[in-house]
DNA sequence: ATGAAAGCGCTAACAC
DNA sequence: GTGTTAGCGCTTTCAT
């Protein structure tokens, strides 16, 4: 039933219980080549037999690809919309007949490159990443991929030409202005997620990750199609940390005219008004609205719903690896540049002011 | 600078490069052996030179340990629960030198048999898995594993003896019960998470994960210690789907007496009071209560706060992997069965109803 | 239709 | 201290 010896039983050991070689073995397991009918079945049922696994990793070493991708996405899968990703990356993965080596880069460029460098090591056949901030991403490039294709999502690096999966923050950003405005509201507060700020700044970090900055030009847009001037509109720009975000949204609250709505950038940041909002007995939807990119179960079952836009996080991973599965097959494809459309999901978090008009809370 | 040929360069490069044998270039490279000084140094400077990179295929196959560790992880690593434990798994098989493999479930027991399998052909050196509800878990045997070595997380599966990590729901449960009843609650209601389950059901469904019988027994002495009748508590037994559990949740809040504090077995549950509580426009910890198991950053972000059992996940995961890693170094060693502490976070979601009587909601 | 043998890239005896 | 060589488990060319 089991190996004769102690270890896993090995197509040899197959082979000798089909009483065939050890090609007629492989051919037979594998179907190709020609082998009779008889014999094939024959080996099949010493297979079962003596319990053969294939060992993937020789056949990977034979046929030189690993049927394995490796996944670099950054610390926050946590978050609402990387964990989301991941699952359906790996899902999609599976369908394709891949198995996925996932590595976290948390957020950092150093982390990243030496995540790559061990998928790479361990040959996976593609990667897929979620690029860190940084200037510099030689990594990222063939060279260094060996000519393993990769496929960036969410964000686009610098200066690297990669096919990527992203999605329209920045339109989906500037409807959620434009509604918010012809809810009647004319002072508009933006806290944006910044990586490389401690605490909270007013003034714009350099380099900004490529989907934060089409939320910044979405915002923008927005703003001045609904004629409202940049004096009304107040830019706080924070760490991605509870504790800073918590104090952006104070400062933001303690202006002498705060906004009536504060769009965040991404889902901790909203918490963090939530937080705030709470502890100062401010009701969301009321006294201070609320808009957020990336939907979540629990933005659309709290009260009230928060309004947000969201982003076609399954279909983003599927995509992803349907493509990066395709570049494997057919490596010379010119790269791609995929942009999925945002929605926004209007619920109660903005108050509409032009029947309930804004009040001054002390 | 890059390999003569057109693949990457190899070991056997490296050694022509350096002008040494293929045997000292692999002793000055994974430093084991003897090498003079120089000779290393030649060595190590060729490698970096034309860009070699070992290929850990190869050495996997050569070493037979691949560095390697499978994650069969269930369904909704979209929930905060299994996100979080997926990180700190990752993050932690990292410090030990180990990339995973990550595969998903879907809290089936085909699947998790499958994913189990595809992993060991992928030659991983142990597994983690959250063992899916059935009855026979002979895949996680240790023939079916080829004496790969297995911990299980989160629960137990019935009749197997393995190492596992989980978390004492029990006394968290129990603790949660009493803390509800000494605010005054004494009409408990349980919306219990259930698989096989369509819908919603009174009955108890068989057989059900250990962690939640574990919540189940916790409850149940909980209220017991508080005095609380078995005929003024309301468990029911829901699909984890929002629909049913919604619809198990107005079923509850429209008996004629219905209970006046929710505990609900997990995230997806809580979320679906939420939700009904708030379509009704019942306030949570005034017109009704809720506690659930497991802390989340929305949990504590929103108002009103909710209370939770919350649990040790990031230790969790560390302890999974630094437990797998340990067998896998010493296959020997006894079967462990870990147990980590939970703990009670109260917060706003549950009323104090000695000061603030129940009224009636119509 | 089947078998013998080479070789993927690496480590580890075993010689010298 | 260094080189030669076998072999991990598999696929695949080349004979037969």
Do not use: C
């Amino acid at each position: 039933m089991a190996a004769t010896r102690g270890s896993a039983p090995t197509i040899v050991d197959v082979a000798a219980a089909a009483g065939v070689s050890l090609a007629t073995a492989s051919r037979a397991l594998s179907n190709y080549g020609r082998v009779s009918a008889v014999t094939a079945e024959r080996v099949r049922r010493a297979a079962i037999e003596i319990g053969y696994r294939p060992n993937e990793l020789a056949r990977a070493m034979r046929v030189g690809s690993s049927g394995t991708i490796g996944l670099v996405i950054i610390a926050d899968f946590t978050n609402a919309f990387f964990d989301r990703a991941t699952k359906s990356i790996v899902d999609a993965a599976k369908s394709h007949g891949y198995q996925v080596l996932i590595s976290n880069s948390d957020e950092d460029i150093e982390v990243e490159r030496l995540a790559v460098q061990t998928l790479l090591d361990k040959q996976v056949d593609g990667l897929i990443v979620v690029p860190s901030l940084a200037r510099a991403h030689d990594h990222l490039l063939p060279p260094a991929l060996g000519g393993k294709p990769l496929v960036v999502i969410d964000r686009i690096p610098d200066g690297v030409a990669v096919t990527s999966v992203t999605t329209d923050d920045r339109s989906g950003t500037e409807q959620a202005v434009r509604n918010a405005a012809s809810l009647g509201h004319e002072r508009l507060g933006f806290l944006v997620s910044a990586f490389g700020v401690h605490g909270h700044t007013l003034e714009r970090p350099e380099p900004m990750l490529s989907s934060v900055t089409e939320r910044v030009e979405g915002f923008t847009s927005g703003a001045r199609a609904a004629g409202i001037a940049k004096r009304n509109q107040l830019w706080v720009y924070s760490e991605d940390e509870p504790r800073a975000s918590e104090a952006a949204v104070s400062y933001m609250l303690d202006r002498p005219k705060p906004p009536t709505v504060i769009f965040t950038s991404n889902n901790d940041m909203a918490l963090a008004v939530l937080k705030v909002a709470g502890n100062r007995r401010l009701v969301i939807g009321r006294d201070i609205s609320l808009v957020t990119v990336d939907d979540s179960q629990w933005a659309a079952a709290i009260v009230p719903g928060i309004t947000v836009v969201a982003r076609p996080v399954e279909q983003l991973g599927e995509l992803a690896v349907s493509r990066l599965v395709s570049r494997i097959s057919n490596p010379d494809q010119p790269d791609e540049t995929i942009v999925l459309p945002t929605e926004v999901i209007a619920r109660e978090s903005v108050a509409n002011l032009k029947v309930l008009p804004y009040r001054e809370v002390d």
